[in-house]
Structures are given as C-alpha cells and as structure tokens.
C-alpha cells in the first residue's frame, strides 16, 4: 500500500512540476543511494552532474535550487550540464526520522522555464506526504544524540573551533578540577557546562545552575549555603542550600563575574576548604561538588579594577575554556539550523519546514550578535510565521534579518490553486487506496484523523 502511495505521490508532483529528467533516490539497506524513479538520468553515469547536486543538498539537509547553470559558480562549467544543454535543477532531500532518507532531483534545458521558488514550494508540500511514507518505510527511528537515548544532542556543530572546545570537553569530563567558562552571551555556556557533566564521572548526581545576576544580592547567600529555621524573620523551616544540593554533582554558577565581594569571599572559603556553614548555624557541612563557572565579563580586566577578588578568579580558572561566537563558526550556521527546525518539529508536532534559498542566504549573512540563541529564536519564529507552509520564505523572517521585506513575487494565487490542486487529487488517491477508511487513511499518509478531517473540509471531499 505504501509503496504504491509513493509512487502516486511522484506521479502527481512531475504532473505539477513538468522537468526533462527526474530522479528519485532512496537509501538502500546496506548504505548509499538507490534509483527508485528515473527518467533520462543514469545515476550510475559518474560524471553526471546531478551527483554533486543531490550529494550537496544530503549533505545541507536543505533543497538546493538552480536557476541558470550559465551563471553558477559551482556548475557552470560541469561537462555534463555542457553535453545535455541543461539551464536549471531542483531537489528536495527527502527526510525519514529526522534524517536524509533520499532526495527528489529534476532539471531542464534552457527549451524550457527555469525551475523557481513556486515550484520548490510545491515540492516542499507534497514532501510532507512523502517524508511520512518514506520513514515508515526505511522503518527508521528518529535521530538522535550521541548517547543514544532519543534526545537531541545538547551541542551541535562541526567548525573546526567548536570542535577544539569539544576536545578540550571531552579531555576534563572526569576531572574534578574547576572549569572556567568564557564567551558572549548566548555562545551555550550552560550548555557546556551541562555536557561536561552529562558525560562526565559525576553524571549519577545532580547539576544544579545558579545565575549570580538573576537573584537580588540580599537573598543569594540564603539561596546558595541554605538556612535554619529561625535564622531570620520568615524563616519557618531548615532549607538545603543549592550547593549543598549539588553534593556529589556539579554546581554551575552562571554570570559569576557580578557576585558580589562578601559573597566572593565565603565562595573562597567553600573552594578551599570543602565545607559550607547554613546561616543562623554554627556547625560546618562537607560538601562535594564539580564547579563550573561562566561570565560574559571580561574577568581579567575585572580583577585589574578591583572588582573581583584575584585569589576567586585563579581557584575558578584552572581550567579555561573560550567558547567562539556564532559569527566565527561558520561552518556550524546550517548543522544548527537543521538542529534547531528538527527540535521545534517535534515540540510543535509538525513536518520538519525546509528553508528556501534566499531566506538561508540571509540567514548565512546575518552577523548574529546575540550569537546561538539569536538563532534558535529566529528559526522558532520563523516556524510560527510560516504556519502551514512546508518551506520557510524570505518573508517569514525577522525584519532585523530581512530589513527590506524581502518577499518572493510569484503570483501567489496561481501557487495557492496549485498546491490546493495538488493536495486535493492526493487525498482523493489516498481515500480510494484505503478503501474510503478515514483512520487508515489519516495513518497511511501521515496525519491526525481530524487533521484529514479538516483536508476533506477544506477542499469539499466526501465519502460514500
């Protein structure tokens, strides 16, 4: 049934998006990539371009579109873009569990129009369908960390400064000495922290994180060495101090740089010596704890103005570790991207959206000042932009990544009733195949049963 299903599912597409040849590709169960649906490609030719076409959008986890081979830096000069007059190429890799399970790859010769966001967009529509088909059809898992467990990975990338930082991760995980953490804000310092401890020898205790700047000065002692009942108006009952919760576990102090002197010093005291007194107690408590601590500041100049005590700042610094900013990683922009749509996906329990070319062009040259949260936040809002949509557009980001308003200008009516067209012709196939069996249909393609309730409403479909 599946099997059939997909092959409609392409039928219908090449029906909508005419191209001179057209490729489907699959992975095949002992790895790399297999014909399913060919039509003027030998994709065993070796010197074929659409090769490195399909290879590249594998690889980005993103739809790569050609309008002119004449003019790309990449193609133009390609023997077999010369041999077979080919003028422009679209594909779509096509996703099974949160990972590149095949691609769609089709061109043109310069007889015919150039391929164009419209026909990317219907494309990404109809990939919904198809990515569900797919996965259930690999019968993958979905992608997961490197722990295996079925979460995401807590960091992603793979510029070859965020991996000195993961080197240098991996080599304290075990050792109970105390990490320093610097970078501007938003590089994932706490995210750091999490996975030295996450994979480190005390990963059986608790990690327990404190903002010094979040916790006004007169309540943050109480907060971090607890209290007795008694030890102050309010106090009704004894209280565990968050760094003697953190007994046998690490203890992350966030934005370290605006404690404040006295609490610098009775944090001296904790370092040194291992104990830690509640206040209104006069008994002391051994406490054993992994510190890992992070500030923005820059802490050296800090301790040159007498503003943070230098004797604090080396017991914290032994070991050091910078984290670059987003703007220097920039091999690391389309792994996060794909990070951060795949985990809203899920959060949101929608297809994963692809991102048009132009709209990742101009995330690409965005300096992201507030570094990866900046990013994680703008791939959030853009998926609440795109609603529906399956393939974010220029116009769905933010004005500070997209000031001029940039839109595509397709005529968005002869879109519309295209991938209208296209859906509704698809779930009169699916409903037939299924035997008019709305529940096995809804399962067969992919759905909820009220979203294909709400499809049939849309485009007046009804079961006899």
Same mark, same amino acid.
């Not at 590249?56 to 077979?84: E, M, N, T, W, Y």
């Not at 500041?297 to 080396?314: C, N, T």
């Not at 101009?362 to 949509?389: C, D, I, K, T």
């Given at each position: %049934? =599946? ?53 590249? $959008?594998?690889?980005? @986890? ?34 099974? @569990?949160?990972?590149? /399970? ?8 310069? $007889?015919?129009?150039?391929? #164009? ?9 109809? $990939?919904? *369908?198809? #990515? ?12 997961? @960390?490197?722990? /295996?467990?079925?979460? %995401? ?9 965020? +991996?000195?930082?993961? !080197? ?14 610097? @970078? ?8 750091? !922290? ?11 205790? =608790? ?36 760094? &003697? ?15 404040? *002197?006295?609490?610098? !010093? =009775? ?6 010596? /291992? ?5 209104? &107690? ?27 005590? &230098? ?26 991207? #794909?990070?951060? !749509? ?5 959060? %949101? ?35 609440? %932009?795109?609603?529906?949509? #399956? +393939?974010?557009?220029?116009?769905? +980001? ?8 940039? $839109? ?51 485009? &007046?479909?009804?079961?006899?």
């Amino acid at each position: %049934m =599946k099997d059939s299903l997909f092959s409609k599912v392409l039928e219908l597409i090449l029906e909508e998006v005419p191209a001179g040849r057209s490729l489907v590709l699959l992975s095949g169960e002992a790895g790399g990539l297999r014909a399913r649906l060919s039509r003027g490609i030998d994709w065993e030719a070796d010197h074929d371009v659409c090769r490195d076409i399909v290879g590249r $959008a594998i690889d980005a @986890g993103q739809p790569l579109l050609i309008r002119d081979f004449g003019v790309h830096p990449l193609f133009r000069g390609h023997p077999s873009v010369r041999a077979k007059g080919l003028a422009s190429a679209l594909c779509l890799p096509l996703l099974a @569990g949160g990972r590149a /399970g095949g691609a769609f790859y089709m061109d043109r010769t310069a $007889a015919e129009p150039p391929f #164009n966001v419209g026909d990317l967009e219907l494309l990404a529509a109809a $990939a919904v *369908f198809l #990515n569900h088909i797919l996965a259930s059809t690999l019968r993958y898992a979905p992608a997961v @960390g490197g722990n /295996g467990n079925g979460r %995401m990975p807590l960091l992603v990338g793979q510029d070859a400064c965020f +991996l000195r930082v993961m !080197a240098l991760v991996d080599r304290v995980k075990d050792s109970g000495a105390p990490v320093f953490i610097s @970078g501007e804000s938003g590089t994932g310092k706490e995210l750091v !922290a999490r996975t030295i401890h996450e994979t480190g020898s005390r990963r059986s205790g =608790k990690f327990v994180a404190v903002n010094c700047g979040a916790i006004p000065d007169n309540l943050l002692e109480s907060e971090l060495f607890g209290y007795a009942r008694g030890a102050f108006t309010g106090a009704a009952r004894d209280k565990v101090g968050l760094i &003697e919760e953190a007994d046998g576990g690490t203890f992350f102090l966030d934005e370290i740089g605006d404690l404040t *002197f006295p609490l610098q !010093a =009775k944090l001296l005291r904790v370092l040194e010596d /291992g104990e830690i007194r509640r206040l209104g &107690e006069t008994r002391t408590r051994t406490v054993d704890v992994r510190w890992v601590s992070a500030t923005h500041k820059d802490l050296d100049k800090e301790v040159r103005e007498a503003r943070f005590r &230098e004797d604090l700042y080396y017991r914290l610094k032994i070991i050091p570790i910078e984290l670059p900013p987003l703007r220097e990683r920039t091999d690391d922009l389309l792994p996060l991207i #794909n990070h951060f !749509a795949e985990r809203y996906a899920r959060e %949101m329990r929608r297809p994963r959206p692809y991102f048009s070319p132009g709209a990742l062009e101009m995330l690409f040259h965005y300096p992201w000042p507030g570094n990866v949260r900046e990013l994680q936040n703008e791939v959030q809002r853009s998926f609440v %932009m795109a609603g529906e949509n #399956n +393939l974010i557009r220029e116009e769905f +980001l933010s004005p500070k990544i997209n000031p001029r308003k940039e $839109a595509y200008s397709e005529d968005s009516r002869r879109l519309t009733t295209a991938r209208s067209e296209f859906e509704k012709r698809f779930l009169r196939e699916a409903l037939a195949r299924c035997g008019y069996r709305r529940t096995r249909t809804a399962t067969e393609i992919g759905i909820t049963r009220q979203g294909l309730f709400k499809l049939m409403k849309k485009h &007046e479909i009804e079961t006899h």
